[in-house]
């Protein structure tokens, strides 16, 4: 019943978003990408009053989760992670409507789909995930040691990119056209059904999105296997994750050192999964969420400062 009852407040807000906050035709503005991003944000955390009641009611309950004080707890925590760990996948959307020159104005429309397509693909894998460690207690080292290596990836050297360069195996799935109608998916060029760019670009945001799963799961797993508490979680950050795009498109690039933030992040979850049977080191729950937060709040804070610095060159908009 719950669940059903998440399930319809996930639909309503989504209607919410594309019926109220993004009608056709609206120029989503920077004021506006903000005034949303906090209704999401704020949202967010409305809900963790929900889950707190929930928990507290005796409404949903989980053998792992001993109080209402802890699901709140690890409701929030598992939100800020998936929303630090979202940053580099606000970088990698940018650069795929870069290399399909899709227009600013009908990117909404891809976001939209690609956060429907997020929320189906999480539920999956994160009732796989669950399940797995449940099954199987030797899975928290594969995600451990698979968080650990995400980490370690992050540290080299960033390849430069031109932003026109694009996949060349979506064409031969995909009859792909060159020309862009508006918000339009397909169109008919010269008798055929052909797919635009934007619809090349919403492919493209599916599969990064899976391949950003295989971190984010594994990282909220870290602080409870709850399934209510993590699928709620992620869902809430994906469905703000549209609106801060846009807020933050402008500025990503100021936010570089923001990647050690999320790289001390997923370190301390790995070593969390890592060390969960060492008797003698033992990660004390109320940690994290200090942890994650502060984490955050320095790379932001270094990130500004050192965009601010009269050395660094201009940042340009993406």
Known sequence: MIWTLLIVLIFILMAVD????????????NKRAAIETIFWVSTAFLFSG?????????????????????????YTTGYLIELSLSVDNLFVIAMIFASFKI???????????????????????????VKLIESFEWMTYVFGGFL????????RPEKEETGEKKPSWINK?????????????????????????LFAALVMIELTDLLFALDSIPAIISITEDPFIVFSSNIFAILGLRSMYF????????????????????????????????????FMEWLSLPFIGLSLIVGILVSLKKSESPDDEPIEEI
Request: charged letters at 15%.
């Open 103 to 129: 227009h600013p104005d009908n990117q909404h429309k891809a976001l939209f789909w690609g956060i429907i397509g997020a929320i189906l693909l999480r539920g999956i894998t994160i009732g796989l995930g």
């Open 173 to 197: 799935i995909f009859k792909i056209s060159k020309q862009s109608e508006g918000d339009k998916f397909w169109i008919m060029e010269e008798g055929v059904r052909m797919a635009t760019p």
């Open 50 to 74: 929900v889950i707190y009641w929930l928990y507290d009611s005796g409404l949903m309950s989980h053998p792992k989760t001993a109080s209402a004080a802890q699901a709140y707890y690890n």
């Open 18 to 29: 594309l019926l109220v906050l993004n009608k056709k035709g609206k120029h989503i503005t």
């Open 247 to 282: 807020f933050l498109a402008n500025m990503l690039r100021k936010f570089h050192y923001l990647k050690y933030s999320v790289f001390a992040i997923l370190v301390y979850v790995a070593l969390k999964l890592l060390l969960i049977d060492v008797e003698f080191f033992h």
């Open 148 to 155: 650990l290596f995400t980490a370690l990836k992050m540290l």
